[in-house]
């Protein structure tokens, strides 16, 4: 069964490298709009996550309209994903534009050996990894989740690392992720705003208390970097444009911030870019569920959080 699944993904990848990148975009979209009409389930959950956040501003025919969109961007962006990991260097000023490199080059400046970046499910997001040709002097990483099926993570790997980024499995490789922070000036991007589990700190994400990663905020404060969040925009039909935001402060007068804190800066940042263009997130995710809280009595902070697990970069 792998084998064949291997075979159907080698086969898919070859022919929508093959394809116009427009034309991929045209195919994702419609491929989206279907799934809209035949996934119940993940309709339903767009849909309600949707209204909790916008209902008192949309209409249910608008909340409706909303998701259809979604789903159409969601195809979209996947599609792209495959097509745009084959693209050089000289391709994807084409079609991706990065604002806000100044402001990671200045925060380094004198602090630590990299940056960390708190990224998310937003537009093409695989275009992150491609955002090092606008943001020179940074070795670009990440973390992500290896899937079951060795095979398929090797060629959904293969895709990636033509990038030039490092990828991190966050179970096995924390002991490489470690000696690559202490020994380069890496911008370290992790995807965190989805559902953290039971390890996560509950922190308000349009208003409603929600598992957050920790590990953007931990990670910046135990490697001394500055944490900026960088956000994929689409801007038209395939074409992004990433930006990286102001930096979020981890320290007041040169003690650490509770990891709280700078993880509800971090949330508000996400909010904002959600705000600015609906469509472009990632509403099919349960990013509400609920979670055992622990009791806590005193903020945390990097000494007293938990080991920090970043979102899969899936």
Avoid at 160 to 170: A, M, T
Wanted: aromatic letters at 8%.
């Amino acid at each position: 069964m792998e084998r064949l699944l291997v075979l159907i993904a080698r086969a898919l990848i070859a022919l929508l490298q093959a394809l116009p990148l427009t034309w991929v975009a045209r195919l994702g979209r419609a491929g989206g709009g279907l799934a809209y009409v035949l996934d119940a389930r993940h309709r339903r959950v767009a849909t309600e996550n949707l209204r909790q956040c916008f209902g008192a501003e949309l209409s249910p025919p608008a909340i409706r309209r909303l998701a259809r969109e979604n789903f159409r961007r969601v195809g979209e962006n996947f599609s792209c994903a495959v097509r745009t990991a084959a693209l050089s260097a000289e391709q994807i000023p084409k079609i991706l534009t990065v604002s806000g490199g100044e402001r990671a080059r200045a925060a380094l400046a004198g602090r630590g050996r990299g940056v960390v970046v708190a990224i998310g499910h937003f537009g093409n997001f695989e275009l992150y990894a491609r955002a090092n040709l606008f943001v020179p002097g940074f070795q670009f990483a990440t973390t992500y989740r290896a899937l079951r099926q060795p095979a398929l993570n090797a060629l959904l790997q293969d895709l990636r690392e033509r990038s030039g980024c490092l990828y991190f499995e966050r179970r096995s490789d924390a002991s490489a992720l470690r000696e690559a922070m202490n020994s380069r000036r890496v911008m370290l991007g992790l995807l965190a705003d989805q559902h953290a589990g039971d390890r996560g700190l509950p922190v308000p994400f349009f208003g409603r208390e929600c598992s957050t990663s920790a590990a953007p905020a931990v990670l910046a404060l135990r490697y001394h970097c500055p944490l900026h969040v960088a956000i994929c925009y689409r801007t038209g039909p395939a074409r992004w444009h990433i930006e990286i935001g102001d930096e979020i402060p981890t320290a007041v007068d040169g003690h650490p911030r509770p990891i709280e804190d700078i993880a509800r800066d971090m949330n508000h940042a996400y909010e904002a870019a959600v705000r600015r263009d609906p469509a472009n997130w990632f509403w099919v995710h349960r990013r509400w569920k609920s979670v055992h809280r622990r009791p806590r009595h005193t903020p945390v902070t990097e000494a007293t959080a938990p080991q920090p697990v970043a979102e899969d970069a899936e």
